[in-house]
């Protein structure tokens, strides 16, 4: 799980069904949304840590970026408790 402290990331989702030839998957490709930390501090990586299960999407930097990752992958909560 990586959580941003500053920067932007893009989320790219693949558009071809399960089965289909997956030839040119490059240009079947696309920007599903884009994630800002603008103060929110905001996460992704977080399905891994609850299921296991192959990648829903990939995350690519969009600007310069100061992301954190938890390393135990572990969940935790602000303060430490």
């Known amino acids: 799980m990586y959580i941003i402290l500053d920067g ?8 071809i069904l399960a089965g289909m030839d997956d030839d040119d998957s490059a240009e079947k490709s696309k920007v599903f949304t884009k994630i800002h930390a603008a103060g929110r501090h905001p996460v992704f ?8 299960s192959k990648r829903t999407a990939t995350v690519r930097a969009h600007n310069r970026l100061h992301p954190v990752r938890n390393q135990e992958g572990r969940l935790f909560r602000p303060g430490g408790i």
């Open 45 to 52: 990586g977080e399905i891994a840590l609850l299921q296991e």
């Open 8 to 15: 932007t990331v893009e989320v790219i989702k693949r558009l």
